[in-house]
Each structure stands twice: as C-alpha cells, then as structure tokens.
C-alpha cells in the first residue's frame, strides 16, 4: 500500500514527519484554523512521539488528512523567510502568513474584504517593506499579491486557490 493515499476503505496511511510537538515550528499553531489545530493536538496526543518518526506509519481518517497535509506543507515550505500563503482563519476570516525576516516566528495577518476591495492589516511595527500594503485597498487579490514586499514567493501548496470574495 502507498503511503499518504486512501486505501478503499477511506483510510489514510501516513508516514511520520519530524515536524510534530517539540518539532513543530516557532508560531505554527497560530496560523492554523481552529479545525486543523483541533485535528493535529488530537493526533498528537494519540501518536506522541511517533508522528515524528519518519519510518513510523499510522492511519487517519480521510477527512482528517487535509489538517495533516496543510500543517506539513506550513512545516517544510516556510522554513526561509519570504514565503507567504493566503489560508482561511476562523468564521469566514481570511489571513495572510508567512515568515518573519526578523524571527523563525510564523506570523498571521488579517486579511479583509470590503466593497472598497481587499485589504491586509499591516501592523505599525512591520518593517518599512510593508509600505506598499499598509493601509491601501486592492481590487483583486492579484494586485494586492503583487504588492507585497519584494522577494515575497507565494507557497501554493498551502493557499487558498479560487477564493470566493465573501460579500
């Protein structure tokens, strides 16, 4: 059997990742939605140690295996500064993360949509890189990607694709 694929019965088998518990990266937990945060303390609490065990198997519910693969995509995908996905936070919000230049810190942006467009909320103590974003509307989601601070790279992996403008 493969690992990471769902057999017939609907089961996931998966490999073990050193990304879990102690593992875990500086401020992942903050840029989970509640749902994946409330899956991977589960598992973690079942498996422990294991998960991080890379010839260690272990078997999840379908339905509990997109909480995995987003949390291991933040894991590996975000380890230099400059990465950055659009993911949903909690009721409907949306959030920005990415990695600080300043910290290993995964760090949340709210991220908003109007009639005016879309908007980041820029923190007043961002570097000055952030000017191009701070306290500005953008149309499209695009134009406000493509304002981000220079050598900003989008992580596909773990962002949302086709998002629906919630009004």
């Known amino acids: 059997m493969m690992a990471n694929a769902p057999d017939a019965s609907g089961i996931i088998w998966m490999v073990g990742m050193p990304c879990y518990g102690e593992h875990a990266p500086p401020g992942i937990a903050h ?55 659009i993911r949903h936070a909690e009721q409907g919000a ?10 290993p810190q995964l760090v949340r942006t709210a991220l908003k949509h109007s009639a005016r467009g879309w908007h980041l909320d820029v923190a007043d103590t961002a570097n000055s890189g952030w000017n191009g974003v701070r306290g500005r509307h953008f149309a499209t989601l695009d134009a406000l990607k493509a304002a981000l601070p220079p050598g900003m790279h989008e992580v596909t992996g773990a962002s949302l694709h086709d998002l629906q403008t919630p009004l």
Not at 33 to 54: C, F, W
């Open 94 to 103: 949306f959030m920005l993360v990415h990695r600080s230049q300043r910290t």
């Open 31 to 85: 840029v989970l939605a509640a749902a994946e945060r409330a899956v991977i303390k589960d598992d973690y609490s079942r498996h422990r140690g294991y998960l991080n065990k890379p010839d260690y198997v272990f078997n999840i519910d379908a339905c509990k295996a997109t909480a995995h693969v987003a949390y291991r995509v933040l894991c590996t995908e975000f380890e230099r500064p400059g990465r950055y996905a």
